[in-house]
Protein backbone atom coordinates (compact mmCIF):
# COMPACT_ATOMS: atom_id res chain seq x y z
CA UNK A 1 0.00 0.00 0.00
CA UNK A 2 1.68 3.26 -1.13
CA UNK A 3 1.69 6.81 0.84
CA UNK A 4 -1.06 7.80 -1.29
CA UNK A 5 -3.17 5.07 -1.09
CA UNK A 6 -2.52 5.41 3.46
CA UNK A 7 -3.62 9.00 2.94
CA UNK A 8 -6.52 8.44 0.95
CA UNK A 9 -7.72 5.68 2.72
CA UNK A 10 -7.56 7.13 6.48
CA UNK A 11 -8.61 11.07 5.23
CA UNK A 12 -9.42 13.50 7.86
CA UNK A 13 -12.66 13.33 7.90
CA UNK A 14 -12.17 9.09 8.61
CA UNK A 15 -10.14 10.07 11.60
CA UNK A 16 -12.40 12.87 12.96
CA UNK A 17 -15.30 10.58 12.47
CA UNK A 18 -13.34 7.28 14.81
CA UNK A 19 -12.70 10.16 17.03
CA UNK A 20 -16.74 10.84 17.24
CA UNK A 21 -18.11 7.93 18.06
CA UNK A 22 -21.77 8.37 19.61
CA UNK A 23 -23.96 6.33 22.00
CA UNK A 24 -20.72 4.74 23.96
CA UNK A 25 -22.26 4.80 27.42
CA UNK A 26 -23.88 1.66 28.34
CA UNK A 27 -27.87 1.11 28.65
CA UNK A 28 -29.21 0.30 31.69
CA UNK A 29 -31.81 -2.27 30.89
CA UNK A 30 -30.94 -3.11 26.98
CA UNK A 31 -33.94 -5.46 25.66
CA UNK A 32 -31.04 -7.53 23.53
CA UNK A 33 -27.08 -7.52 22.86
CA UNK A 34 -25.06 -8.59 20.86
CA UNK A 35 -21.40 -8.59 19.85
CA UNK A 36 -19.52 -9.51 16.63
CA UNK A 37 -15.90 -9.45 15.05
CA UNK A 38 -14.22 -9.44 12.07
CA UNK A 39 -12.27 -12.80 11.45
CA UNK A 40 -9.64 -11.13 9.20
CA UNK A 41 -8.60 -8.26 11.24
CA UNK A 42 -10.36 -9.38 14.76
CA UNK A 43 -12.46 -5.77 15.12
CA UNK A 44 -15.17 -6.14 17.61
CA UNK A 45 -18.22 -4.02 17.93
CA UNK A 46 -20.77 -5.08 20.76
CA UNK A 47 -24.25 -3.30 20.94
CA UNK A 48 -26.91 -3.38 23.05
CA UNK A 49 -30.58 -1.87 22.09
CA UNK A 50 -34.16 -1.06 23.46
CA UNK A 51 -36.90 -1.40 21.09
CA UNK A 52 -40.25 -0.19 20.83
CA UNK A 53 -42.90 -0.40 18.48
CA UNK A 54 -40.30 -2.52 15.85
CA UNK A 55 -38.06 1.06 16.28
CA UNK A 56 -34.42 1.35 18.58
CA UNK A 57 -35.18 3.54 20.86
CA UNK A 58 -32.13 3.08 22.93
CA UNK A 59 -28.81 1.96 21.36
CA UNK A 60 -25.55 1.67 22.96
CA UNK A 61 -22.42 0.37 21.30
CA UNK A 62 -18.73 -0.16 22.76
CA UNK A 63 -15.99 -0.19 19.54
CA UNK A 64 -12.81 -2.09 19.33
CA UNK A 65 -12.15 -1.54 15.55
CA UNK A 66 -9.75 0.03 13.16
CA UNK A 67 -9.85 3.68 11.99
CA UNK A 68 -12.55 2.43 9.42
CA UNK A 69 -14.50 -0.05 11.70
CA UNK A 70 -14.44 3.43 13.84
CA UNK A 71 -15.82 5.61 11.42
CA UNK A 72 -18.57 3.60 10.12
CA UNK A 73 -19.90 2.96 13.71
CA UNK A 74 -19.91 6.59 14.36
CA UNK A 75 -21.99 7.02 10.96
CA UNK A 76 -24.03 4.42 11.95
CA UNK A 77 -24.16 5.42 15.50
CA UNK A 78 -25.59 8.83 14.55
CA UNK A 79 -28.28 7.57 12.52
CA UNK A 80 -29.54 5.28 14.34
CA UNK A 81 -32.11 5.81 16.86
CA UNK A 82 -35.94 5.46 15.23
CA UNK A 83 -34.64 2.91 12.63
CA UNK A 84 -36.14 -0.78 12.22
CA UNK A 85 -34.18 -3.99 11.49
CA UNK A 86 -35.86 -3.44 7.84
CA UNK A 87 -33.89 -0.24 8.10
CA UNK A 88 -30.74 -1.84 8.90
CA UNK A 89 -30.89 -4.67 6.78
CA UNK A 90 -31.65 -2.12 3.69
CA UNK A 91 -28.35 -0.33 4.82
CA UNK A 92 -26.14 -2.93 5.74
CA UNK A 93 -27.20 -4.60 2.23
CA UNK A 94 -26.35 -1.30 0.35
CA UNK A 95 -23.38 -0.81 2.56
CA UNK A 96 -21.85 -4.50 1.61
CA UNK A 97 -22.50 -3.80 -2.13
CA UNK A 98 -20.98 -0.43 -2.39
CA UNK A 99 -18.34 -2.24 -0.39
CA UNK A 100 -18.14 -4.82 -2.95
CA UNK A 101 -18.22 -1.64 -6.16
CA UNK A 102 -21.75 -2.96 -6.63
CA UNK A 103 -23.79 0.01 -5.91
CA UNK A 104 -24.37 2.96 -5.05
CA UNK A 105 -23.28 4.69 -1.28
CA UNK A 106 -26.39 4.00 0.89
CA UNK A 107 -28.82 6.80 0.92
CA UNK A 108 -29.91 9.00 3.50
CA UNK A 109 -29.63 9.26 6.27
CA UNK A 110 -26.80 6.97 5.73
CA UNK A 111 -25.15 9.13 2.61
CA UNK A 112 -22.09 9.95 4.62
CA UNK A 113 -20.72 6.77 4.21
CA UNK A 114 -19.63 8.07 1.17
CA UNK A 115 -16.40 8.58 2.82
CA UNK A 116 -15.90 5.02 3.26
CA UNK A 117 -16.00 4.54 -0.66
CA UNK A 118 -12.15 4.13 -0.60
CA UNK A 119 -11.85 1.24 1.18
CA UNK A 120 -13.53 -0.89 -1.46
CA UNK A 121 -10.15 -1.78 -2.71
CA UNK A 122 -9.29 -2.58 0.70
CA UNK A 123 -11.71 -5.83 1.09
CA UNK A 124 -9.80 -7.15 4.16
CA UNK A 125 -11.43 -3.81 5.91
CA UNK A 126 -14.98 -4.61 4.60
CA UNK A 127 -15.91 -7.05 7.85
CA UNK A 128 -14.73 -4.28 9.89
CA UNK A 129 -17.06 -1.49 8.03
CA UNK A 130 -20.02 -3.71 8.52
CA UNK A 131 -19.58 -4.70 11.87
CA UNK A 132 -22.22 -1.81 13.82
CA UNK A 133 -24.59 -3.26 11.19
CA UNK A 134 -24.19 -6.58 11.90
CA UNK A 135 -23.78 -6.52 15.28
CA UNK A 136 -27.32 -4.11 15.23
CA UNK A 137 -29.26 -7.11 13.28
CA UNK A 138 -28.25 -9.83 15.47
CA UNK A 139 -29.67 -8.04 18.79
CA UNK A 140 -33.47 -7.00 16.64
CA UNK A 141 -32.89 -11.03 16.41
CA UNK A 142 -32.69 -11.90 19.71
CA UNK A 143 -36.11 -9.61 20.49
Known sequence: MSDGDLFRLYSQ?????????????????????????????????EVALTVENGRITGYSQTVRACALGQASAAIFGHNIIGRSREEVQALRDALARMLAGQGPVPTAPFAEYEILQAAQDYPNRHGSILLAPDATLLAFDQI
Open 13 to 45: RILALAADIPHSAPLPAPDATAKKRAPLCGSTV
